[in-house]
């Protein structure tokens, strides 16, 4: 089936530090998503993007978050600065028209904050 | 949350055992998605239920939905060791983005 492609696997920077997560979309998708999973939790929705914009943010979307996807390169997301509480394991999704269609993860970005 | 605390379960079966996870939703959904995650991996769907439906099947899966009750179930008959996962319920709070529950893990031991 399509996949989601996500780099790199795992990320340990230091508090205060900028991290870039990147994601490889499905090649035809159009909307794409950021989730968020602390260990033991439940994943949670972050950010959702089309056609260069931000669509709709959840209240765990930080002003420290940002997400580009610059010339139909990786879709991005950027912590600047990260704190011990971004730590988690940061999921990519796509898809490929709105609303109702499936979203497609790719594998988790796991990020350790020290 | 969107979803109860009793959502949070681990389940240990056999092989060729049946299995059935519950999930309850506090808010308006018109569709119940349930999502599974093999260690690591990201999340797979693998069955969705519109409002209008009371049960949906699929192959080994069946999942049934009472918007009265505001609740979701997933069964998998015959199950096999390569079930072993966690399984997610999944409705939209957003507009666009999924929320989901806290999972269940199954475990199926040959």
């Known amino acids: 089936g399509p996949k989601v492609l996500q780099i790199p696997s795992h990320q340990i920077i230091d508090m205060g530090q900028m991290v870039t997560l990147n994601c490889d979309p499905v090649?035809?998708?159009?909307?794409f998503y950021w989730y968020k999973q602390i260990l033991g939790q439940q994943m949670e929705f972050l950010v959702n993007?089309?056609?260069?914009?931000?669509?709709?943010k959840s209240k765990l979307f930080k002003d420290q978050f940002s997400v580009e996807r610059p010339d139909g390169s990786y879709f991005t997301l950027k912590i600047q600065p990260t704190a011990l509480e971004d730590s988690a394991v940061y999921f990519c999704?796509?898809?490929?028209?709105?609303?109702?269609?499936?979203?497609?993860f790719g594998p988790g970005t796991r990020l350790t904050v020290l | 949350s969107q979803w109860g605390e009793e959502n949070l379960q681990a389940l240990s079966i056999q092989e060729g055992e049946d299995v059935t996870m519950n999930c309850s939703y506090k808010?308006?959904?018109?569709?119940v998605q349930w999502y599974r995650q093999k260690s690591g991996k990201g999340p797979a769907l693998i069955i969705l239920?519109?409002?209008?439906?009371r049960e949906k099947r699929s192959g080994r899966l069946r999942a049934t939905l009472d918007t009265s009750s505001q609740s979701s179930s997933l069964s998998i008959t015959g199950t096999l060791a390569t079930d072993t996962a966690v399984y997610f319920c999944?409705?939209?709070?957003?507009?666009?983005?999924?929320?989901f529950g806290l999972g269940t893990r199954v475990s199926v031991f040959p």
């Open positions: 999944a409705t939209r709070d957003y507009a666009q983005g999924l929320t």
């Open positions: 090649s035809n998708h159009l909307y």
């Open positions: 239920i519109r409002s209008n439906e």
């Open positions: 993007f089309y056609n260069g914009k931000v669509m709709e």
């Open positions: 808010t308006y959904t018109t569709v």
């Open positions: 999704a796509s898809s490929n028209r709105d609303k109702y269609a499936e979203q497609f």
